[in-house]
């Protein structure tokens, strides 16, 4: 599971099992997990265990790297 980013204390990174499905983004911090499309936009699958102010921080984050986690992304699943 390579880790594409760490900001905050939260590190985003992939599965190499998840080649099937569109563009996304797993994302942990401590016990606390999620998952965030990238593709078609960018969206909440799930994110366990996270407050609200985190949850906004999150898609924050993401959305302000969506261009450079989707490289990544293509990049590895090539």
Not at 25 to 45: A, Q, R, S
């Amino acid at each position: 599971m390579p880790t594409i980013y760490h900001e905050k204390g939260y590190r985003f990174f992939f599965y190499a099992g998840d080649r099937a499905e569109p563009a996304h983004v797993h994302v942990e911090k401590g016990e606390k997990d999620g998952k965030v499309w990238l593709e078609p936009e960018v969206k909440i699958k799930y994110l366990n265990g996270f407050k609200v102010q985190e949850r906004k921080e999150i898609m924050h984050i993401v959305e302000k790297n969506a261009e450079l986690l989707k490289v990544k992304w293509y990049e590895f699943f090539q």
